[in-house]
T-cell receptor, first 113, second 110 residues
Framework: GAVVSQHPSWVICKSGTSVKIECRSL??????MFWYRQFPKQSLMLMATSNEGSKATYEQGVEKDKFLINHASLTLSTLTVTSAHPEDSSFYIC?????????FGPGTRLTVT | QKEVEQDPGPLSVPEGAIVSLNCTYSNSAFQYFMWYRQYSRKGPELLMY????GNKEDGRFTAQVDKSSKYISLFIRDSQPSDSATYLC??????????FGTGTRLTVIP
């Protein structure tokens, strides 16, 4: 199946700083990518839909000024958590679809101290 | 009513058992059906993909789609401890959005 990578896999940052997470589709082009957040023992929560060349579409309750999404190319989307706080600590996962199924990145564990 | 309903479990079975995981859905327009396996602290991994109705088999895994009943299933034969994970169903009308179930946590006991 198609491969989606994420970087970094794990990051610790201090409260108030910003963190950027990259999502890449390695062997296919994705005009649309998705960003999810997952808290321990809970299901995936869709945060936003990232569209190449246009603004992201955010789910209700997700602060667009806090979670900045840029879909710079057909193979790269970035999520920047700005002014991170401890409650932003979570597992962030991106996903991209080819013409059929969706494929997930391995996830990025963010810990804000 | 949620678009996709999935029993969260947890489900515990002895090694070697046949496992049945199920999802129901409300949108009759769904045509693409997927099952994902997620180990703790990992991204979901695509297990099975089915378009429209019917069965699909891959090794010990069989996916079934019954569009008339709006019901999909994943069967795991000869379950192994390594199958212990959370299983998510997902479906869509077309590109690009997927609708997920909440996931069923499975434990296979040696």
């Amino acid at each position: 199946g198609a491969v989606v990578s994420q970087h970094p896999s794990w990051v610790i940052c201090k409260s108030g700083t910003s963190v950027k997470i990259e999502c890449r589709s390695l062997d296919f082009q994705a005009t649309t990518m998705f960003w999810y957040r997952q808290f321990p023992k809970q299901s995936l929560m869709l945060m936003a839909t990232s569209n190449e060349g246009s603004k992201a579409t955010y789910e209700q309750g997700v602060e667009k000024d806090k979670f900045l999404i840029n879909h710079a190319s057909l193979t790269l989307s970035t999520l920047t958590v700005t002014s991170a706080h401890p409650e932003d600590s979570s597992f962030y996962i991106c996903s991209a679809r080819d013409d059929m199924a969706g494929f997930f990145g391995p996830g990025t564990r963010l810990t804000v101290t | 009513q949620k678009e996709v309903e999935q029993d969260p479990g947890p489900l515990s079975v002895p090694e070697g058992a046949i496992v049945s995981l199920n999802c129901t859905y409300s949108n009759s327009a769904f045509q693409y059906f997927m099952w994902y396996r997620q180990y703790s602290r990992k991204g979901p991994e695509l297990l099975m993909y089915t378009y429209s109705s019917g069965n699909k088999e891959d090794g010990r895994f069989t996916a079934q789609v019954d569009k008339s009943s709006k019901y999909i299933s994943l069967f795991i034969r000869d379950s192994q401890p390594s199958d212990s994970a959370t299983y998510l169903c997902a479906m869509s009308v077309g590109l690009p959005n997927l609708f997920f179930g909440t996931g069923t946590r499975l434990t296979v006991i040696p």
